[in-house]
C-alpha cells in the first residue's frame, strides 16, 4: 500500500500559489511569486534534502508537472528518477522519462495507485489537485513548512471541500529565518469537547 503525502510551503495566512519565483503561477493576476526565496535557509534545504533523499513517485496536477517538465530534466535530481503521474483530462507532453497520465475517474485511479506496491507518492505543488485529494481523504501525510509572511490572496492549501479530519503532529522544527516546518499525520476523525 502506498501512501500520499502532500509537500508544501505556504504562508502564515494558507497561500501556496508560486512559492518559488517569477514567472512560476501567476494565475489569479498573483504578483508575489517567489515568497518564500528570502526564509529559504540551510535548516529548510536540508529538511527538503532529506524528505526527497528516500524513494518516492511523484503525483502531479498539470501545470505543476510542466513547470517541473521545464526545469528538472536539465537538473541533477531525485525527481528525475522518480516515476510522474500527472493527473490531467487535457493532453500532456510525456517526454519526460517515467511519465503516466491519469485522466478519466481521478478518485478512483488514485485510489488505485495507493493500493499498489511502492514508494510512497509525493505531492509538491499542485493547488488543485490537493483540493481534490483533501475532499476524497486520500492524504496521509502532510509535510509543510509554514513561513512567517502573510499574503492575503492566492490559492490556498485547504480550499471549499476539505473534509474535517484529525492529524497527529509527528515532526517539527523551526529554522533560523522563523519557517516552522511541521509532519502531520492522519488520524481518524475530529474529535470534538467543550471547556
Not at 510512497?120 to 513561513?147: C, P, R, Y
Not at 479530519?165 to 516546518?181: C, E, H, R
Request: hydrophobic share 40%; charged share 25%; no cysteine.
Amino acid at each position: 500500500m502506498r501512501e500520499v503525502v502532500v509537500l508544501t510551503f505556504v504562508s502564515l495566512d494558507g497561500v501556496m500559489q508560486a512559492p518559488g519565483g517569477k514567472g512560476e503561477d501567476p494565475s489569479g493576476g498573483f504578483d508575489l511569486e517567489g515568497w518564500t526565496v528570502p526564509y529559504f535557509d540551510e535548516v529548510v534545504g536540508n529538511e527538503m534534502s532529506k524528505q526527497m533523499g528516500q524513494p518516492f513517485d511523484l503525483l502531479l496536477g498539470r501545470k505543476t508537472y510542466e513547470i517541473f517538465a521545464s526545469y528538472w530534466p536539465h537538473h541533477d535530481s531525485p525527481i528525475n528518477e522518480a516515476t510522474k503521474y500527472v493527473v490531467s483530462n487535457s493532453a500532456i507532453n510525456t517526454d519526460w522519462e517515467e511519465t503516466i497520465q491519469i485522466k478519466g475517474d481521478v478518485v478512483a485511479e488514485i485510489e488505485k495507485l495507493k493500493q499498489q506496491d511502492g514508494p510512497m507518492l509525493q505531492v509538491h505543488g499542485s493547488s488543485n489537485l490537493i483540493q481534490t485529494l483533501l475532499a476524497n481523504d486520500l492524504v496521509d501525510e502532510l509535510w509543510l513548512k509554514v513561513f512567517p509572511v502573510t499574503l492575503g490572496k492566492g490559492k490556498r492549501l485547504f480550499g471549499e471541500g476539505t473534509i474535517p479530519a484529525a492529524f497527529t503532529l509527528t515532526d517539527s522544527k523551526i529554522s533560523p529565518s522563523g519557517v516552522i516546518i511541521a509532519s502531520y499525520r492522519r488520524e481518524g476523525e475530529v474529535k470534538l469537547g467543550s471547556f
